[in-house]
């Protein structure tokens, strides 16, 4: 289930809402910088 599902689901601004102290580790060789503002919308 992706984020965008899971903010709709719930009926919340941002994922923070359900889960206050989420954090992310990303790892994988690739450039995280596409991925980064999106993320952050979260």
């Known amino acids: 289930m ?5 903010i709709e689901k ?16 990303v790892h994988g060789g690739v450039s995280f ?3 980064k503002n999106r993320l952050k919308s979260y």
């Open 2 to 6: 992706c984020m965008e599902m899971i």
């Open 33 to 35: 910088q596409p991925y």
């Open 10 to 25: 719930y009926k919340v601004n941002n994922i923070h809402e359900i889960w206050p102290n989420f954090g992310v580790f």
